[in-house]
């Protein structure tokens, strides 16, 4: 997909919007970080290869009062949707909180839809009661959440992604904090002083791009704005920088989560990292600036004696594996792009990467290896029921996707799930990629 259009769900809480996310995307949306202080619900969903769909809920922080939060997610949708779903309990009246979204989202130019949700509990009030908010009776949807009524008639008429005439785009998106060094590494990889530099954080206030080849294999940069926790952003502009951020994951095959050598990692760095990992991209650890770190912290630090012949670097590639320890298949790169150390590597790791996601193994291999997990380490049951997994099968790629069926697999520790992802990553490392499993009992 070249470009794929953001449609925004708004509107009062309880009125479903999160429901009609799941419903649309087939999925249970989950959420990805629950660190403390930050309150990033994973609020968006790539909609059958066409649109963008977000959850403008998710993207409030619950500490505001209500008017101001409603507020902000006018302003998030105004500014960075190309769609508007303006949505309502069916059986409720509408009051003044509703119509002034209404009136809002009209004002923004933007086209607007009217959903009227829970449909299917028989109490919806007749379209007539709706028409004051001012959206055209042609533009009103009554769906259900919950059975799914309306709800293909309604994406039928939401926009439609456009197809790229070369498929064979490797998308590359630059994520990270606000000052990380994204916009520098940007001009470095595309060799064009596209995104402007500066120390002030959040100058980059969109998605930027620059299409470049190597190795006979074009590549798609992508350069975000930087991210803040959800308390700390500005009203407006900069939320719309964040919505287009989570869109710029979601369009990516891989992401460079970029963390500064001069700075303690951060717990949004990890929720930031969780996000690329649940929308199961590509991920590549990018420590920047590297050529402003000390080479005198070690010894500071630790006395010469402990050091020996570790170097700054060794330090630092420590610290990430213990704050990233749920990333331990995601390589790290050291760069620097004033002087331009290891950046062309970026562009090595995006290409194993990009095979890694899409490497198919044989079942019989994989049975094998699900075989040897349940002799090594047998599953643990309840009482009289224990989890009998019998054979294992490969459905997907990017990312690689293995379905485990059997009986009882409800009962799995996720300790043993976790030890069978081990068990294939032994065989088959699958560097820079997430990969998923699901697990289907016969019962």
């Not at 090594?376 to 224990?386: C, D, E, I, V």
């Not at 990969?435 to 019962?443: A, E, V």
Request: aromatic share 6%; proline share 5%; hydrophobic share 40%.
């Amino acid at each position: 997909m070249k470009k794929l259009p953001i449609v925004a769900l708004i509107g009062q809480t309880n009125a479903g919007k999160s429901s009609i996310l799941n419903r649309m995307a087939h999925k249970n949306i989950a959420i990805v970080a629950r660190e403390e202080g930050t309150t990033r619900d994973n609020v968006m969903a790539t909609i059958d290869d066409s649109f963008i769909l977000i959850d403008t809920a998710g993207l409030k922080d619950p500490n505001d009062d209500f008017e101001a939060s409603i507020q902000d997610q006018i302003a998030d949708a105004i500014d960075a949707a190309d769609v508007i779903l303006v949505t309502l309990d069916s059986a409720k009246y509408f009051d003044h909180r509703d119509a002034r979204i209404a009136k809002d989202a009209l004002s923004s130019g933007k086209p607007v839809y009217l959903v009227l949700n829970k449909c299917d509990l028989g109490e919806s009030l007749p379209v007539t009661e709706f028409r004051a908010l001012g959206i055209a009776p042609e533009n009103i949807y009554y769906v259900s959440a919950t059975t799914g009524q309306g709800i293909n008639k309604l994406k039928s008429v939401l926009p439609k992604g456009k197809v790229s005439q070369n498929d064979d785009v490797l998308k590359i998106a630059l994520i990270g904090r606000p000052n990380v060094g994204k916009s520098s590494l940007f001009n470095t990889l595309g060799k064009k002083q596209q995104a402007i530099v500066s120390s002030r954080q959040g100058t980059t206030r969109d998605i930027n791009r620059v299409t470049v080849k190597y190795k006979g294999r074009e590549l798609e940069i992508l350069d975000t704005a930087g991210l803040r926790k959800p308390g700390k952003r500005e009203v407006g502009i900069e939320k719309f920088s964040a919505i287009r951020t989570l869109a710029a994951i979601e369009e990516a095959d891989i992401c460079a989560l970029l963390v500064d050598s001069t700075e303690p990692h951060s717990k949004l760095d990890q929720s930031l990292a969780g996000q690329i990992v649940e929308a199961g991209k590509g991920i590549i650890m990018v420590v920047t600036k590297s050529d402003l770190l000390d080479e005198s912290t070690p010894t500071n630090y630790f006395g010469e004696e402990n050091v020996g012949n570790r170097t700054a670097a060794d330090f630092l590639i420590d610290s990430l594996e213990k704050d990233f320890d749920f990333l331990p298949y995601a390589p790290v790169l050291i760069t620097s792009s004033e002087t331009g150390e290891n950046v062309t590597q970026l562009f090595e790791l995006a290409l194993e990467i990009d095979a890694n996601r899409h490497l198919e193994i044989r079942t019989s291999d994989l049975n094998k290896i699900l075989n040897e997990a349940i002799v090594a380490h047998p599953p643990a049951g309840l009482k009289n029921t224990r989890p009998k997994p019998k054979y294992i099968v490969q459905t997907d790629t990017c990312p690689p996707w293995f379905v485990v069926h059997g009986h009882d697999l409800g009962l799995l520790h996720w300790s043993w799930k976790r030890f069978l992802e081990r068990k294939i990553r032994e065989k088959y490392p699958f560097m820079g990629t997430p990969i998923m499993f699901s697990y289907r009992s016969d019962k």
